[in-house]
C-alpha cells in the first residue's frame, strides 16, 4: 500500500536526540538522579518481564504505580511490598477493559505516565471479542481502548502526561492489512503480531496528533531482543532454530539484551527531558530511530515509513474507534 506523506518528511520527523543512552543502558541507569514522587503511572503487563523491570524502576524512583494484570494473583505475589495497586484487567475484553479504566478513575484524578508494556507474541489462532483476531485485540485493540478511557486522566497531568507504547522490530513484517486485518482468510501467527506492532506504533503516532494540545504526548518503541514470558507461546524448539536459546534454554543470539535494558527505552521515553516537545516518535535503544528502506533486514533497526505515517495512524484509529466503541478522544 502507498501512502500519500512523503517518506522523506518522516524521515525529517525521526531525528536522533543525542541521548547520553544506549542500547546497553539499564532502567536502573536511565532513571538514575530522576525523583518521580507525586508522579502515577499506568504499566500494563507491569509484574512479569519488561513490565516488571519498568514498575520496579518507576517505584524506586518515587512514582505511585497501577498495574492491570490478566493473572492479578500472579500480579500480587510478584509485586509484594512494592506498594503497587493491583487491579484485574484482561486487554482482550472490552469489558474487563472498561471495568479496569473505572477502578483507576476512581484511585487517582490525574495520570502523568501510562506504559503500554503487556503483549503477546506469535500465539495460535484465537478469536476474542466480536471474533477479533486475538494478537491485534490484545496488543492494540485493548490499549486503544484504555488509553481512550483514561485520556481524561492523562488531560489534567499538571506537567502533562506521557503515553508509551511497545511495538517491535517486528512491524516490519507487516504493513495493516486494510482488507483483513482479522486474517479471516487463512492466519498467519508472525504477520499477526508484526501487524499488532505496526498498529502500536501507528497509535501513538496518532493519539500525540490528538493530545498535544492537552500536553499528552506519545511514542512507541522497539525494546530490543528479550527473552521472557513473551515466547510462552513458541516451542522450544522453534526457539532454538531461530537461533535465540540452545537445546536447555539458555540465550545463545548475539544482541539480546537483559530485562532491565530491555525497558530502558520506554522508561527514557517516559521520562527523558530530550523528548519534551516531541511525540509521535518511533524509539529504539534510547533514541530516535532512523527511518529505514524496505530491504533492510529486521534485525538491523529503525522504523518502516508505514509505521509513523500520519495519514496511515489516523485511518487506523477511526477503525479502532469504530471496533472497541470507544468515547473519542478528540476530533
Not at 197 to 221: I, P
Amino acid at each position: 500500500m502507498t501512502t500519500t506523506t512523503s517518506c522523506d518528511a518522516v524521515a525529517d520527523r525521526q531525528r536522533p536526540t543525542d541521548s547520553p543512552f544506549s542500547a546497553a543502558s539499564t532502567a536502573e541507569e536511565v532513571l538514575v538522579g530522576l525523583d518521580l514522587s507525586g508522579r502515577t503511572a499506568v504499566v500494563t503487563g507491569g509484574y512479569s518481564g519488561l513490565g516488571l523491570a519498568t514498575t520496579l524502576a518507576l517505584t524506586a524512583a518515587g512514582a505511585g504505580v497501577i498495574v492491570p494484570a490478566r493473572r492479578p494473583d500472579v500480579a500480587r505475589a510478584a509485586l509484594h511490598g512494592t506498594g503497587c495497586r493491583v487491579l484485574p484487567m484482561d486487554l482482550a475484553d472490552p469489558g474487563s477493559v472498561r471495568a479496569a479504566a473505572g477502578l483507576i478513575r476512581e484511585a487517582t484524578d490525574r495520570l502523568d505516565l501510562l506504559l503500554a508494556v503487556a503483549g503477546v507474541m506469535a500465539t495460535p489462532e484465537r478469536r476474542v471479542g466480536p471474533g477479533w483476531e486475538g494478537q491485534l485485540a490484545t496488543n492494540h485493540l485493548g490499549h486503544f481502548l484504555l488509553a481512550c478511557e483514561l485520556y481524561p486522566l492523562l488531560a489534567a497531568a499538571p506537567a502533562g502526561a506521557r503515553v508509551v507504547v511497545n511495538s517491535s522490530a517486528g512491524h516490519a513484517l507487516t504493513d495493516i492489512r486494510r482488507n483483513d486485518p482479522h486474517f479471516r482468510t487463512g492466519y498467519d501467527k508472525w504477520l499477526a503480531y508484526g501487524q499488532s506492532k505496526t498498529a502500536n506504533a501507528l497509535f501513538a503516532v496518532h493519539l500525540d496528533v490528538l493530545g498535544r494540545g492537552d500536553g499528552v504526548r506519545a511514542f512507541s518503541l522497539h525494546p530490543g531482543r528479550i527473552i521472557t514470558g513473551l515466547q510462552r507461546e513458541m516451542t522450544r524448539q522453534e526457539q532454538v532454530d531461530r537461533g535465540w536459546v540452545d537445546a536447555q534454554g539458555r540465550v545463545v543470539g548475539v544482541g539480546f539484551k537483559t530485562a532491565s535494558q530491555g525497558a530502558a527505552t520506554g522508561l527514557w521515553a517516559a521520562t527523558s527531558p530530550l523528548l519534551d516537545g516531541l511525540g509521535g516518535l518511533y524509539l529504539e535503544n534510547c533514541e530516535v530511530a532512523p527511518v529505514c528502506g524496505p530491504d533492510t533486514p529486521m534485525d538491523d533497526g529503525g522504523v518502516r515509513p508505514y509505521a509513523v505515517d500520519p495519514e496511515a495512524a489516523a485511518r487506523l484509529w477511526e477503525l479502532s474507534l469504530a471496533a472497541t466503541g470507544a468515547a473519542p478522544v478528540l476530533r
